[in-house]
């Protein structure tokens, strides 16, 4: 008799603005209901699927719908984390200062279409402070077990030198130094750190933290190294409501500037846009911006 291993996943859902667990979704697969297990800490446990393919629809009143598809072989198990991005009539939303975009292409309202969102400015307290090497699940900031900064996605950037080139080439930077001193060098020379400078970019997401070691846990392994320092740029994975409109709260842990600036990734068109909240002094004001693709 044949043994067939199940499959199984797992997901975790979040308000985009409090980071509180949502448990009050109502998740689909392949249009059916499948029995899962709900937890109160946001976590839907789905298992003793068959291997194959699926499409998991998320509801929740309130919320843009989300959904997504994935491929489960046999033993196999996937693990989704999610904030889910707030639609027009949340009521949460009464008396909450936040950002509402308004996406048009051609003057017309883009409903019901996924869209990223970067704040392009970087998080101006939270470094590195410890190397993390390509493949590392957990790295070292400097700020410790800060709720507000998970689950988060953000562009990690930094600008210093090629480590491994730099090993490589130190050998010949130390030929160099001897032939300057012997006044040996020609007028290229001298130029090998400019040559490894490396620019460092790449998505990440934090979703938790470990007090015992002091980490920050990422939902995947790091595809390059982190070295020390760098530059950390929150964006969000959205979708427009049924208005066209993308809502984002009022992060004020990452906005301490009153010139904010945007860019919305549709497809493969982006857009640069400016926000200017110096008199955002109302907490029942809404700041909208038109999105004009």
Not at 172 to 196: A, R
């Amino acid at each position: 008799m044949r043994i067939i291993h199940k499959a199984s996943f797992i997901i975790m859902l979040t308000d985009i603005g409090s980071k509180m667990p949502i448990t009050d979704a109502v998740i689909l697969c392949n249009g059916k209901q499948n029995p899962y297990i709900r937890k109160d800490e946001g976590y839907y446990i789905f298992a003793d699927l068959c291997p194959g393919h699926y499409k998991i629809e998320i509801f929740c009143s309130g919320y843009v719908n989300t959904d997504l598809e994935c491929e489960l072989k046999a033993g196999q198990s996937h693990s989704f984390v999610f904030d889910l991005p707030y639609n027009s009539v949340n009521p949460s939303l009464v008396g909450t200062p936040r950002f509402e975009f308004l996406v048009k292409k051609d003057g017309k309202s883009i409903k019901n279409k996924n869209i990223l969102v970067i704040l392009k400015n970087p998080v101006k307290l939270l470094k590195v402070i410890q190397k993390a090497k390509q493949g590392d699940q957990m790295i070292f900031l400097n700020i410790n077990d800060d709720p507000l900064l998970f689950p988060q996605r953000y562009i990690f950037t930094h600008k210093g030198k090629d480590e491994k080139k730099e090993l490589e080439n130190k050998p010949e930077q130390n030929d160099n130094k001897k032939n300057e001193e012997n006044g040996l060098n020609d007028e290229n020379s001298g130029n090998t750190e400019n040559k490894n400078r490396k620019n460092i970019k790449q998505k990440i997401f934090i979703v938790g933290f470990d007090k015992d070691s002091g980490t920050y846990a990422l939902h995947k392994p790091i595809k390059e190294s982190m070295p020390i320092g760098g530059s950390f740029m929150p964006y969000w994975e959205l979708k427009t409501d049924h208005k066209g409109k993308v809502i984002l709260p009022l992060m004020g842990r990452f906005i301490k500037d009153s010139k904010v600036n945007f860019e919305l990734q549709l497809d493969d068109e982006k857009k640069h846009l400016t926000a200017d909240f110096s008199n955002f002094d109302n907490v029942y004001k809404t700041l909208q911006i038109n999105a004009e693709f």
